[in-house]
Every structure is written in structure tokens, then in C-alpha cells.
């Protein structure tokens, strides 16, 4: 005697998760079923009946195809497909491996007045499929402009509270956000992913990094406090990762860096990642040479006017000698840094105050404390271990996402404290810290590698533009 199989199906992963609807199907259709059948339950939960790639219901059409189902009973024909056409192949494949079909609610006759009518309830199924789905598309519109959550978008570093239906933070994701924001300023993408895969930091869903995956959470301004909902019909308050003068530090670095390490070139190039054109705001970077009797001339030139693009007109911005512009902007520096009414207009004007020291002070007892739930959490889960609640697998696979974890704040920590003692220099007196400064870069011999330049004009923050009209323009993020 063959097998009596019961399919059941919900849409939503709420009704899968109360399972309110599936325990009513699978209710009727045990009563159906006779006293002595040997009875196996297929059931898909949170899938759809317009698609047929439900693993549960392909296992059933393999059964069946194999001769070990003698019958099948469902609830109602939508609950098999809500696709017309769907519907009578599924049909018709069961009636061909001799499977007898039962529906709870709908008679299922195989004469043609029957099959009429089967066809009709397919097809009124799959119309209500269509409006259900318009209706909850309308529902989300209206509660997207309304500044309501609207579709649950899966964002790295938030998680949705389905109950209060707010985006919450998640404790080992959002740490890695912030994180890759204070890289982003003194490190390309491409380098930010492989410090993250050498430290075994997992992405989402337990992959790895890539250069795309950096570059589309630093560019995500929901990442500042507002989450676009149904594509900008409104946004919703989510807790801000960074500040709305992080993220545009962060694009104006992402703008002017290329993706590549200082140390490839075969010329050394101080400004390189730091100059961008005075003409169309691109990139410019080095590596134009022309060679001559005493040895190549290297130069900088816009990546506009090397690679022009079909949608924007080539960059009229002329080649830069880079020896001369590197020692301009170099005397610019110099020149700022030893002046300590200039030094203490720059910073001023940049924002460096009490308050932006207050606010990393505030990221550091924030760290500290995510630190100290880690080591909470693997305490927990040894001793859950020793008392024979967690398996050994489960043991090990959690002590890695918390290690994962650990190290990324210990990153963060390092981080923030050599912003913190930066900040705490200037707030303690700029004056003298602009003196300090200058003598040190004017007496110091180390300073004359280019190697120890390029660390002083990334501690100094320093961007430069260079245009025709305009001329070589220096500006100085101290201390950001």
C-alpha cells in the first residue's frame, strides 16, 4: 500500500512563523486521510503558490513519480499553486503516476465538466494571486509615504524587530560598519576587504568581503540615520552608525582615492590618493612620465582626460609636473603648520573642538562596553558547554562569530584611540601644538622620505586641487 500524502502551504513567513494556517490544513487534512493509510506530511512554509520551485512540493512530484504515493490531499486547489497553468500540469503529472488527488474543500472530477471547473478555480486562484499582491504593494506605498516601515531590506548592521516593526541594531554587524568608515579614510576599498577576510570578519550570510560589498555600505547614506523606504517614497528613523560629516569625509575620500596602494608606482608620488582636478573634480594620479637626457619626468594628470567616457566630454585640465607640485604643496604645508594663527584658523574652520572630542571619547565607553558583552557572551557559552546544554559544533561556530567580533572592536578601539589622543593635543592648547608641529616637521631628518611626508600630510588630512584657472589649492582636515 503506498503512501497518503498531505501538502500544506502559507505565503508569509509570519503565518509559517504562528503557523496558524499551516496547523489548520494539516488539521482537515489528517481527518480526510483514511484510518489505516500511512500518511507523510509535505509542507512548504513562507513560499509562494505562483512559482514551482518549493522543495517540498518537488520532493512530493519526485515520490510520486517514483510509485511510492498512492494519494494526495491538500486543503484547497490554491494551497498547490495559484497558477492556472501551474495547476492543471501539477494535476496531470500526479493523475499520470496514478496518484489519486483530494482537495478538503473542492470536489476534484476528472470528467470534462469537472476539469472545466478546476480550470476556473485556477484561474480565479491566480487572479486573487495578482490582486493580493497588488494590494499589499499598495499597502507598502502608503506606508512608506506615511515614513512607516514598509519592506523588510536587508542591511548589513540593522536587523528588523518584527513585533515593533523598527530596525534595531545588530551589536556584531554594526561594529564592523563603523569600523570600515574610520578605514575609509586612510585606506582604499579593495584593502579594507582584505584586512576584513584576513581577520576572518565574516560578511553577511557568512561570505566573504569584496571591494563592491565596502563600497556599498560606505555609499549607503542610511547608514547617517534615515532608511529610504519603496525606493525614496519616504524614510524611517533608524540609529545612525556615523554622523552625516563622517559620511561626506568618507565620499569626499572615496572620490579622491584611487583603489590602489602608493607603494606599485615605479616613481614615487607624495599627493597620490590626496589631488584631485581643478576642472571636472576627478582623480588625479601619477604615472605619466616622458623621458629625457637626465632621467623620466613624471607627471599627474586627470583620469578625465586619459579615459574619457562616452557620457562626459574629455578634461581640458593640463599634466602637472609632479616634482614641482609636490614640493609647492609640501612649502604650502609647512608653512601652515609653523604659523600657529594660520594652523589655529584651518582647524577651526574644520570643526576640531571640544565637542568632537567628547564624541570619541563617548565611541570609546561605547566599545569598551560592546568588549565586555563579548567576553560575557563566550563566558555564557562555556559555561552552557560544561553543563551539556550546547553542543560541541554549536560551541565552536558561536566562539568564532565572537572572536570574529572581538576582533573587529579591538580594530575599532586602536582606531578611535589615536583619534582621541590627536584631538586631546589640539583641544589642550592649538597654539602650542601648532609650534610643536612645525618644529618638528622642519627639524626632523626622517621627514625627507617620502614615505614619512605622505604620513604627515594623512595625519594633517590634507586634499589638494589643482586647475588651470584656479591654480594648486591646499586644504587641511587637522586632526579629522
Not at 319 to 343: G, K, T
Request: positive net charge; hydrophobic residues 40%.
Amino acid at each position: 500500500m503506498g503512501i497518503t500524502a498531505i501538502y500544506a502551504r502559507v505565503s508569509t513567513d509570519e503565518q509559517a512563523e504562528h503557523g496558524t494556517s499551516l496547523d489548520e490544513q494539516l488539521r482537515l487534512c489528517r481527518q480526510r486521510a483514511p484510518a489505516d493509510a500511512v500518511v507523510e506530511e509535505f509542507v512548504d512554509a513562507g513560499l509562494s503558490g505562483t512559482t514551482l520551485a518549493r522543495p517540498q512540493l518537488q520532493s512530493l512530484l519526485q515520490r510520486a513519480r517514483c510509485r511510492e504515493i498512492a494519494g494526495m490531499i491538500a486543503y484547497d486547489p490554491d494551497r498547490l499553486s495559484r497558477n492556472a497553468a501551474h495547476l492543471l500540469f501539477l494535476v496531470d503529472e500526479l493523475r499520470a503516476a496514478g496518484v489519486e488527488i483530494e482537495f478538503v474543500n473542492f470536489v476534484a472530477d476528472s470528467s470534462p465538466d469537472g476539469r472545466l471547473l478546476f480550470t476556473v478555480r485556477g484561474a480565479i486562484s491566480e487572479f486573487e494571486a495578482v490582486r493580493i499582491k497588488q494590494r499589499m504593494y499598495s499597502g507598502k506605498q502608503a506606508r512608506a509615504r506615511a515614513n512607516q516601515v514598509a519592506a523588510g531590506t536587508c542591511i548589513y548592521g540593522y536587523r528588523l524587530n518584527r513585533s515593533s516593526k523598527t530596525w534595531e541594531l545588530d551589536a556584531g554587524e554594526s561594529q564592523v560598519v563603523r569600523l570600515l568608515f574610520e578605514w575609509a579614510l586612510d585606506a582604499g576599498t579593495s584593502d579594507i576587504a582584505r584586512r576584513l577576510n584576513e581577520r576572518g570578519v565574516p560578511a553577511r550570510f557568512g561570505g566573504r568581503w569584496h571591494q563592491s560589498s565596502v563600497l556599498g555600505i560606505l555609499r549607503n547614506a542610511t547608514y547617517t540615520g534615515r532608511m529610504p523606504q519603496m525606493g525614496g517614497l519616504g524614510f524611517v528613523s533608524v540609529p545612525p552608525l556615523v554622523t552625516v560629516d563622517e559620511f561626506e569625509r568618507v565620499r569626499v575620500a572615496l572620490r579622491s582615492r584611487r583603489n590602489r596602494s602608493a607603494g606599485r608606482a615605479v616613481h614615487p608620488y607624495l599627493l597620490t590618493g590626496r589631488l584631485l582636478c581643478g576642472v571636472c573634480g576627478r582623480a588625479m594620479c601619477g604615472g605619466y612620465g616622458r623621458p629625457t637626457k637626465t632621467g623620466t619626468t613624471t607627471y599627474y594628470g586627470c583620469a578625465g582626460r586619459a579615459k574619457p567616457r562616452p557620457d562626459r566630454l574629455r578634461c581640458g585640465n593640463r599634466y602637472w609636473r609632479s616634482d614641482e607640485l609636490d614640493r609647492h604643496v609640501w612649502e604650502d604645508v609647512l608653512a601652515v603648520v609653523s604659523d600657529p594663527a594660520a594652523f589655529r584658523e584651518v582647524a577651526a574652520a574644520q570643526g576640531c573642538d571640544r565637542q568632537r572630542l567628547a564624541d570619541l571619547r563617548a565611541q570609546q565607553e561605547g566599545i569598551v562596553r560592546e568588549q565586555q558583552r563579548v567576553r560575557i557572551e563566550r563566558e555564557r557559552l562555556l559555561r552552557g558547554f560544561r553543563r551539556g546544554v550546547l553542543g560541541e559544533d554549536d560551541l565552536r561556530r558561536q566562539c568564532l562569530e565572537l572572536d570574529a567580533e572581538r576582533r573587529v572592536l579591538e580594530e575599532r578601539a586602536a582606531s578611535v584611540a589615536t583619534r582621541v589622543r590627536a584631538a586631546t593635543v589640539r583641544v589642550d592648547d592649538l597654539g602650542r601644538n601648532a609650534a610643536v608641529v612645525g618644529r618638528i616637521v622642519e627639524d626632523v631628518p626622517g621627514l625627507e622620505t617620502i614615505e614619512t611626508r605622505r604620513s604627515v600630510l594623512a595625519a594633517l588630512g590634507v586634499r589638494v586641487a589643482a586647475g588651470p584657472d584656479s591654480g594648486v589649492r591646499v586644504r587641511l582636515g587637522v586632526f579629522l
